[in-house]
């Protein structure tokens, strides 16, 4: 059973599309943090979320944690080509190990022109 | 640059032979972290350091794999008597002590396993 349950698995969108993706699970998160991947890259931070409820914006992107802290979504305005990637979720448990980054298995996201 | 480095990039090696990876962290971050990542799935925890200190250890670290920080700086992750299925990305990360310390991850090694 996968602890962090990540949808869509794979989204193929034009150009300006607007698209959101989740992150859901029974657990609490004490954080969560949003990462994009290339191939044959290692995958690179976009923000992480502590409080309930936060909203947080990085020029397109918005990223929302639930209020109970079990859930989290990705929002994209107006996609562009190099928006492409897998994007991750990854959350530390609440009271778990501080050293356990739990993943999603991730939005495989292509944006075409 | 002084994100994380790893090396090498790539390596492919015999089935039964032994590989040793390295990674040297964010200079000022005590905490490593070793992650292993198969194809069409996220990243899965094997290990981390707060300096020195190896914390703690994943059920996926089998007596084959073998991690060590010497002097709390660089880490390297050994895996003796390789398998067809430790083929995979090893990736790791560093980060600041704290519950919602920000990992930054390395661009991690290939391992093939022929």
């Known amino acids: 059973t996968q602890l962090l349950e990540q949808s869509p698995q794979f989204l193929s969108i034009q150009e300006g599309e607007n698209l959101t993706v989740y992150c859901n699970s029974s657990s609490v998160f004490s954080s969560l943090q949003w990462y994009r991947q290339e191939p044959g890259e290692g995958p690179v931070l976009l923000v992480t979320v502590v409080t309930g409820g936060e909203v947080k914006k990085l020029k397109r992107l918005t990223f929302q944690f639930g209020d109970a802290r079990k859930d989290s979504s990705l929002h994209i305005t107006a996609a562009q080509p190099g928006d492409t990637g897998l994007y991750l979720c990854a959350g530390a448990r609440y009271g778990g190990s501080q050293g356990n980054l739990i993943f999603g298995k991730g939005t495989k996201l292509s944006v075409k022109p | 640059d002084t994100g994380v480095s790893q090396d090498p990039r790539h390596k492919i090696t015999k089935r039964g032979q032994n590989v040793t990876f390295r990674c040297d962290p964010i200079s000022e971050h005590n905490r490593l972290y070793w992650y292993r990542q198969t194809l069409g799935q996220g990243p899965e925890f094997l290990t981390y350091f707060q300096n020195e200190a190896q914390l703690e250890k994943s059920r996926l670290l089998s007596d084959r794999f073998s991690a060590e920080r010497p002097k709390g700086s660089f880490s390297t992750l050994e895996i003796q008597r390789t398998e067809q299925g430790d083929s995979a990305m090893y990736l790791c990360?560093?980060?600041?002590?704290?519950?919602?310390?920000?990992?930054?991850f390395g661009p991690g090694t290939r391992l093939t396993v022929t």
């Open positions: 990360a560093s980060s600041l002590q704290g519950l919602e310390a920000e990992q930054y």
